[in-house]
């Protein structure tokens, strides 16, 4: 009987032991730096090809109005425009744009520090239904970030709710940090511009969202892929410098996936990291 007993109870601290044992192999998203250098990579990567987007997007506008006599492309802020020969007119396509801020950097009105250029090719009007533009940063740096790739943006139209929406591809994007650290990244994405297209010359209400995919190779040397949440998209501002809202899932490698939430819209660096249904606080740079 003593022996029956002691057989059972060492079955059951047995059962407890591979129980822990279980338990003890379920990470957070701390335990490896990881998870943690791909979401902050596909952040900054993100902030950085959007802000090429921007350019390319008000100076389209700009380059219209100036092409049509309204006003000069030498009134660009802190940069010079530059059209192709022959392409001063509206007529003229494709047309070959240089956005040039210069070596020394300029404080825009967002607060963002930008230096080099962004050199593009378009088909049409960036705001035209079908237009293209293919996008080359030439040793262009947005606060210290040197951003690097080909990015096309494409024209969709207007979606069902009057919204003019681009497809925008990334490949071989290379962002250097200020420390000298890299991360590469590439995207496959839909972004609707949500509000602020009433005031085509005022950037700063501007307000985006954003479904799709990305991946690259973070700063730590390790394969990442991102889904956004297509019920949660990211919702981006001209004026704000972090994403201020929307879902994603991130995966490294072989590691479980973590869910990443950027809040409900305050423009801040707080999100969160979930994985095994625990929740953890987390400061994007």
Same mark, same amino acid.
């Given at each position: ?6 057989? @059972? ?71 010079? *425009? ?15 744009? /240089? !956005? ?17 250029? !962004?050199?593009? /090719? ?6 035209? %239904?079908? %237009?293209?533009?293919?996008? /080359?940063?030439? &040793? @262009? ?17 207007? &979606? ?7 497809? !925008? ?27 602020? &297209?009433? /005031? ?7 307000? @985006? ?11 730590? &040397? ?29 995966? *490294? ?33």
């Amino acid at each position: 009987m003593k022996i029956s007993n002691l057989l @059972f109870l060492f079955v059951i601290l047995a059962l407890v032991s591979c129980k822990k044992a279980d338990e003890a192999v379920k990470p957070d998203p701390f335990s490896s730096s990881d998870n943690v250098s791909a979401a902050t990579d596909n952040s900054i990567a993100n902030l950085m090809f959007e802000e090429v987007y921007k350019q390319v997007d008000y100076s389209s506008t700009y380059m219209k109005d100036s092409c049509g006599g309204k006003k000069s492309l030498n009134t660009y802020p802190c940069a010079t *425009v530059t059209l192709g020969a022959g392409e001063f007119n509206l007529t003229t396509w494709p047309k070959h744009v /240089t !956005v040039d801020f210069g070596t020394s950097g300029c404080v825009g009105g967002d607060g963002r520090t930008r230096k080099g250029k !962004v050199i593009y /090719t378009a088909s049409n009007w960036m705001h035209e %239904s079908g %237009s293209i533009c293919t996008v /080359t940063p030439d &040793n @262009f740096y947005v606060d210290g970030y040197k951003i690097e790739g080909l990015k096309t943006i494409t024209n969709q139209g207007l &979606n069902s709710s009057q919204h003019l929406t681009y497809h !925008v591809v990334v490949t071989n994007g290379l962002i250097t940090h200020p420390n000298g650290e890299h991360h590469t990244w590439e995207s496959n994405r839909v972004t609707e511009w949500i509000s602020g &297209n009433a /005031t085509l010359l005022n950037p700063l209400d501007d307000k @985006f969202s954003t479904t799709g995919t990305a991946s690259g190779i973070t700063r730590t &040397n390790s394969n990442y892929t991102i889904t956004i949440d297509n019920a949660n998209p990211l919702i981006t501002e001209w004026i704000c410098r972090y994403i201020e809202q929307g879902k994603l899932t991130i995966v *490294v490698g072989t590691q479980p996936s973590v869910l990443v939430d950027y809040g409900t819209g305050a423009c801040d660096a707080n999100a969160s990291f979930t994985i095994y249904g625990q929740t953890y606080p987390v400061v994007m740079p």
